[in-house]
């Protein structure tokens, strides 16, 4: 039997992109800001826990019942093409670890996969450059009918409907490049 239960996606940075439901709804795609102007880390990685502490409780029933799944984009580690500054890897890898953390220590199944995974699948391209794999998502996630505010937020779209896919296939949309295309036109 396929999954139905909660799918919540991240595309964990500063600003983080999120998409959240069940498989054959539309998601709910939003961004949580968890690093402001001004933070040390700490208050970063307190503002990440307390957040995915937030939702788990709101779906405590989800969360007891085993039906909150995670998804999550690999974090890049240092020495990849493309690495950011170290202070940006620092702020990112802590979120990955305080949020997944968090949310294993609560019984949460947390899946992560790297982006160039998702993108292969949801953009039929897993070589794109970020900012316009990012802009690509947004598009397909439009013309899917989802409404994305920001490039992140599509990015955590892809990532849902990825966790979609593998959890409950026959759920998540079909993404034919061909049929998007004349939809988004």
């Given amino acids: 039997?396929?999954?139905?239960?909660?799918?919540?996606?991240?595309?964990?940075?500063?600003?983080?992109?999120?998409?959240?439901?069940?498989?054959?709804?539309?998601?709910?795609?939003?961004?949580?800001?968890?690093?402001?102007?001004?933070?040390?880390?700490?208050?970063?990685?307190?503002?990440?826990?307390?957040?995915?502490?937030?939702?788990?409780?709101?779906?405590?029933?989800?969360?007891?019942?085993?039906?909150?799944?995670?998804?999550?984009?690999a974090p890049i580690f240092v020495g990849k093409a493309g690495a950011k500054n170290a202070n940006s890897e620092l702020v990112t890898k802590g979120l990955w670890a305080c949020i997944t953390g968090f949310a294993r220590a609560r019984g949460v199944m947390v899946h992560r996969v790297h982006v160039s995974t998702v993108r292969a699948q949801f953009l039929g391209n897993g070589q794109m450059p970020g900012e316009a794999a990012k802009r690509e998502a947004r598009r397909v996630c439009r013309a899917l009918g989802w409404n994305p505010p920001s490039l992140d937020a599509a990015d955590a779209g892809a990532l849902w409907w990825y966790g979609c896919n593998l959890w409950a296939p026959n759920a998540a949309p079909v993404v034919d490049p061909r049929v998007l295309k004349r939809r988004a036109a």
């Fill in 1 to 73: 039997m396929a999954y139905s239960g909660i799918i919540l996606s991240l595309d964990l940075a500063s600003n983080t992109g999120v998409g959240e439901g069940r498989p054959g709804a539309v998601p709910r795609l939003y961004d949580a800001e968890l690093r402001r102007e001004g933070d040390d880390w700490e208050d970063t990685w307190s503002r990440a826990v307390g957040w995915i502490a937030d939702r788990l409780y709101l779906e405590r029933q989800a969360v007891e019942d085993g039906d909150f799944r995670i998804i999550v984009e």
